[in-house]
């Protein structure tokens, strides 16, 4: 079974331009978290998307966006790059029907803003 | 703000001993997490524990967890130096969302 997959691995931006990652789940998974782990700050939580819809949101200003499709894969969006959103961002997928809370990751992309 | 603290910060220990880390945390759960992260690469999920349980085993991992004084602990016997990693401890509450800790760095020298 594959894991969580997310692209690119890598992504370089300069300030103010727009950033957009993907996600695709572990296959039966329909939901969607994604976090941003900043140097120094630790794991943040950012969104939550189920079945197609946002559940959760952290605290982030708007410019931090995302959609889920209807095959559950998931896109971020960061709008305005600004040099504090040099993070690697993580996406992380489980199934809201079985018993455990446990969210599988993907091996994230590391967005540097230059 | 983070739910989960760890302590120590950072942990360095010979091939062959026992680590143990810890993790505070502020409000009810449903269950606490570890987690492992290599470094700078994504998590992998070691062991759950729930709310109703105060003791956990998983081959060299054994968690407790004492929702009285709101910790747990993570103990990972006769470590080796593929152990080397960062571990977080995350907390799930009644929305499903995972809040972590800042987590452990832990060094295991051969």
């Known amino acids: 079974e594959a894991g969580v997959t997310q692209s690119p691995t890598h992504l370089i931006k300069t300030r103010g331009q727009q950033a957009t990652l993907r996600c695709s789940p572990i296959?039966?998974?329909?939901?969607v978290y994604w976090y941003q782990q900043a140097l120094g700050l630790g794991l943040q939580f950012l969104l939550w998307?189920?079945?197609?819809?946002?559940?959760n949101r952290g605290n982030f200003p708007p410019r931090f966006s995302g959609r889920q499709f209807p095959n559950y894969s998931s896109e971020l969006n960061v709008n305005a790059l600004e040099l504090e959103d040099s993070a690697l961002y993580l996406c992380?997928?489980?199934?809201?029907?079985?018993?455990?809370?446990?969210?599988?990751f993907g091996p994230g992309t590391r967005l540097t803003v230059l | 703000s983070q739910q989960g603290e760890e302590d120590p910060q950072a942990l360095s220990i010979q091939e062959g001993e026992n680590a143990t880390m810890n993790c505070s945390y502020k409000?009810?759960?449903?269950?606490l997490q570890w987690y492992r992260q290599n470094s700078g690469r994504g998590l992998v999920h070691l062991i759950l524990?729930?709310?109703?349980?105060r003791e956990k085993h998983s081959g060299r991992l054994r968690v407790t967890l004492d929702t009285s004084k709101k910790s747990s602990s993570l103990l990972i016997t006769a470590s080796r130096a593929a152990d080397t990693a960062s571990y977080f401890c995350?907390?799930?509450?009644?929305?499903?969302?995972?809040?972590f800790g800042k987590g452990t760095l832990l060094t295991v020298n051969p």
């Open positions: 998307y189920d079945e197609g819809e946002e559940r």
């Open positions: 992380a997928s489980t199934s809201l029907w079985t018993s455990t809370d446990t969210q599988y």
């Open positions: 524990i729930r709310s109703n349980e």
């Open positions: 995350a907390t799930v509450g009644s929305n499903y969302k995972l809040t």
């Open positions: 409000t009810s759960i449903n269950n």
């Open positions: 296959s039966g998974h329909t939901s």
